[in-house]
């Protein structure tokens, strides 16, 4: 008797082991899913809704709607008088021949668009750090930002990032910074650069004016043989009227450069491209005196006509672009299920109504999303990389629509976490940064490229 029991104790033991082992299984599965397939209802709870400006004034909250923007905008650099030459030189001493180069990377897809950031700043090149120091973000309601650290960010081993970056707390101002970051771009097979753009003498709260850099980034731009488009951010009183100088200014300035963006329309018309940051923003009759041909401020059959891109992010939106005379629509957020945009389930609606209304779908893909570093409280809306399974996800979502754009957020906004650029573990006493471990420092480079060679593919067999 006493024997039997023991084999049942010892039988009864080893079956809830099994069953406790079973139902971690079980939920590690559920939780690795919900990474690559996020609750559809993610966008309506209170943790989406600051991020975005005009939602959050809907529901009750900060005076500077700045604050809560889904990515913090911004830039870096001042007074550059003198990088241009400097970058100049430095590019004919470092120079290999054109058809070495040509040789050793992966031939440019103008069809895979990448957000990119010149807004960051050291001591070397600014006098300081910018952005990488960024602040810790409250939450709007004032019982959870409580319970949340404040202050900022103490770099160089203390940055804005959950993540951290292979040549340190760079400054955009750096050639050498430069020149990696579009060898890193043609690398990837990325073919244009929408570079984030605000007026001149314009910044973020965070940053400092940076549209003197440009000719220098056109500059290796070119040597790379990637183009570069604008990606206009939002700014105070941005409206029909200084959007039209916006246009002017960027195409007066730069659109004789042979690294400026042009793209070719049904029409057989080549035009500028400008993505719109929060268009939403501005009222469609504001945007239509801009956009359409009987607008008071019309840009359209003018030297300065070009393809204007919004970001859509409700549903409704899609008749407000409409409407407001833009030639497309980009979805922008790297975190499926945030917002209606961004919700790849979402993408086949969107191309079917831009298809039927003579509007370009963008969707935009991403690697993860994680923004705690200066966002303390979203914990929410992070998105797991799941070693790179995450981005091709959202590859595999935005080929199945057929768009005749893929934009990819980001090359480098690493405060969001969104960034492809190369990153390497680090560990200091205060923190332990994120990796792309057990990968390599440039794999979401090496996915990247896989992804629009399989795009350029399928897209010949599209056009049959």
Known sequence: WTLNYDIMARFRRRTCIILLLFILFICSIMMALKTLRPDRAGFGDPFGLGLLPELQQRAVLLDNKQNSLNRVQGDTVTRV???????????????????????????????????????????????????????????????????????????????GSNFYPELGSYSSKDPSVIEAHMKQMRSASTGVIALSWYPPGMADENGEPTDDLVPVILDYAHKYNLKITFHIEPYKDRDDRSMYHNVKYIIDKYGGHPAFYRHKTSTGRFLPMFYVYDSYVTIPEIWANLLTVSGSQTIRNTPYDALFIALLVEERHKHDIHRSGFDGMYTYFATNGFSYGSSHHNWASLKAFCDSNNLMFIPSVGPGYIDTSIRPWNNHNTRNRVNGKYYETAFSAALLVRPEIISITSFNEWHEGTQIEKAVPKRTEQVVYLDYKPHKPNVYLELTQKWSEKYRKEQEQWLM
């Open 81 to 159: 008088s003198n990088l241009h030459g400097v970058a100049v030189n430095t590019m004919k001493a470092s120079m290999p021949s054109v058809n070495k180069l040509e040789e050793e990377l992966s031939s440019p897809n103008y069809n895979f668009h990448i957000f990119y950031y010149s807004w960051f700043g050291n001591p070397q090149f600014d006098g300081k750090y910018v952005h990488w120091n960024h602040p810790l973000l409250p939450h709007w309601d004032p019982k959870i930002a409580n319970n949340y650290p404040k202050g900022r960010h103490n770099p160089p081993d203390d940055i």
